[in-house]
């Protein structure tokens, strides 16, 4: 493979890079037709979008014209300068906003601006943030102190003001030096260890299956980063070698390190025995699921939610009128989709969740994970119910996740609802579709909504989507009450 010395580096690339190594190694190198659609990248475009919106002002133009004539804000500017020696940095900047100063055009300068998503500022922001200041620095001729950060909370949008900072601008200058390395590498960085950035990254199957022909310690459920050092320390170095360790040798080592890694040695030895032969070990021999075994019937929880808004905007069920050991008919499974359009529609979504447990008040109600219960639960309070209906529904629920991971150890990477109910062969009817993809269909569907006002065909995506996350469900209940 031909190493690249000319590309230019973009801001693209850079947060690739700060995402990952690797990642911004494959952006160039890697075969493209091997590279996953996710959809948080159109997420992150839609919700730039909103943000910027936000920000339009009359006063306007497009590129390097906008500037010269002093318009509030610029819109789609290239630039492009050598901010590291021998290589050409550029950036497509969506948007730039006037701010005082001494520019080239007159008595005003540009600034940076950004928008993000998720709960924080992180480092990626920061160094995007400075790279687009940099480079705008060099065109003006001046030099701008801050940048802004836009993202959107509760549908409100807030602007945060960032200083870029000696600090920053060092940081990023190091930071392109050390891409320019990797970019020059013929061979990619290694994969990383943090393997929770790649569910949500574009390259997880060439990663995925790399890291299964190496028995990478990071496959294995319960190692992350940290862990993973550890045992590379202490000689450990594959899934192989993980297995064959002894338990109370493995413990005594870990330990030094402190007593929480002494503690999971049994558990992670375990975990690679399951994986590297690919079979399913049961933790206790006697397992009780008495309440599971002995119910007349079941209904299945599963939600959906925008977390940027705090809004759980679908609430989906399964009535399973019979005992679960029973076959299942899943054509038969009567799916109901309660949907919460707005924030401020609770009560009436309230009243219809309640009616419908209530007419199988003894069925008990099982869900993946910890999110129905709590959200359910929360939602009951901000209703108003009395303390001892909260009791009681409390009562019902089963957390099919918790007892998997109490009772199992099976050969996945991770205990999530796909990994598990994949491995027991269930597959979803639409491919590629994860919460994110449903998150997309449902902001689509919304803005679509008041156009059309059509029962669009995102809607029913999501719906397929989430009865199938409520099936995936009952087919793990199954699995673990049939094993
Ligand atoms: S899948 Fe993981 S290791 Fe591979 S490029 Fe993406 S983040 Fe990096």
Redesign the pocket.
């Known amino acids: 493979m031909q190493c690249n010395k000319s590309k230019p580096i973009n801001d693209h690339l850079l947060r690739?890079w700060i995402?990952?190594?690797?990642?911004a190694?494959?952006d160039i190198y890697g075969d493209k037709q091997k590279k996953l659609w996710t959809a948080h990248s159109t997420l992150q475009l839609n919700h730039q979008i909103d943000c910027f919106h936000n920000l339009s002002q009359k006063s306007y133009g497009i590129g390097i014209q906008a500037c010269e004539e002093g318009k509030n804000i610029a819109y789609g500017l290239r630039i492009k300068y050598p901010l590291i020696k021998n290589r050409i940095i550029q950036a497509n900047l969506p948007i730039l906003r006037k701010t005082s100063g001494e520019s080239i055009w007159g008595n005003f300068a540009y600034q940076p601006v950004l928008a993000r998503q998720g709960k924080k500022i992180t480092r990626e922001h920061k160094l995007t943030l400075a790279m687009t200041g940099l480079l705008i620095n060099n065109l003006q001729k001046f030099q701008v102190k801050k940048g802004l950060i836009l993202h959107k909370e509760n549908e409100v949008i807030k602007v945060e003001k960032i200083r870029l900072s000696d600090n920053i601008n060092t940081d990023l200058i190091d930071s392109l030096l050390n891409l320019e390395k990797d970019i020059e590498s013929r061979t990619?960085p290694?994969?990383?260890s943090?393997?929770k950035?790649?569910t949500i990254?574009?390259?997880?199957?060439?990663?995925?299956a790399?890291?299964i022909k190496k028995g990478s310690l990071s496959e294995v459920s319960g190692i992350g980063a940290k862990r993973e050092l550890l045992l590379n320390k202490i000689g450990i170095n594959n899934i192989e070698e993980l297995a064959k360790v002894k338990h109370y040798k493995l413990k005594e080592k870990l330990e030094v390190f402190g007593t929480q890694h002494g503690d999971i040695s049994k558990k992670i030895i375990l975990q690679s025995q399951s994986q590297s032969t690919n079979r399913a070990i049961k933790l206790t021999p006697e397992i009780e699921l008495n309440n599971l075994k002995k119910a007349k019937g079941f209904y299945i929880y599963d939600i959906e939610s925008d977390p940027d808004i705090k809004h759980d905007f679908l609430h989906g069920f399964i009535r399973l009128p019979k005992n679960i050991k029973n076959e299942i008919s899943l054509e038969k499974t009567k799916y109901s989709p309660l949907l919460n359009l707005e924030k401020n529609t609770e009560n009436f979504l309230w009243k219809r969740i309640t009616k419908k447990l209530s007419l199988n008040p003894d069925y008990p109600i099982i869900h993946y994970g910890e999110t129905e219960p709590l959200s359910l639960l929360k939602l009951g309070l901000r209703q108003g119910a009395d303390p001892h209906e909260i009791e009681e529904l409390k009562k019902r629920f089963i957390d099919i996740h918790l007892l998997i991971r109490e009772y199992w150890c099976l050969p996945v990477r991770n205990y999530g609802l796909k990994s598990i109910a994949e491995w027991i062969g269930f597959e979803w009817k639409q491919s590629n579709v994860d919460g994110a993809r449903a998150l997309l269909w449902w902001r689509q569907w919304k803005k679509s909504r008041k156009i059309n006002k059509m029962y669009s065909r995102n809607l029913s995506s999501i719906f397929e989507y989430n009865r199938d996350d409520c099936i995936a469900t009952i087919m793990i209940t199954n699995w673990l009450i049939n094993h």
Do not use: E, F, M, Q
């Open positions: 690739s995402r990952c190594r690797r990642k190694w494959l990619p290694p994969i990383t943090n393997r950035k790649c990254c574009s390259w997880r199957k060439n990663c995925d790399v890291a």
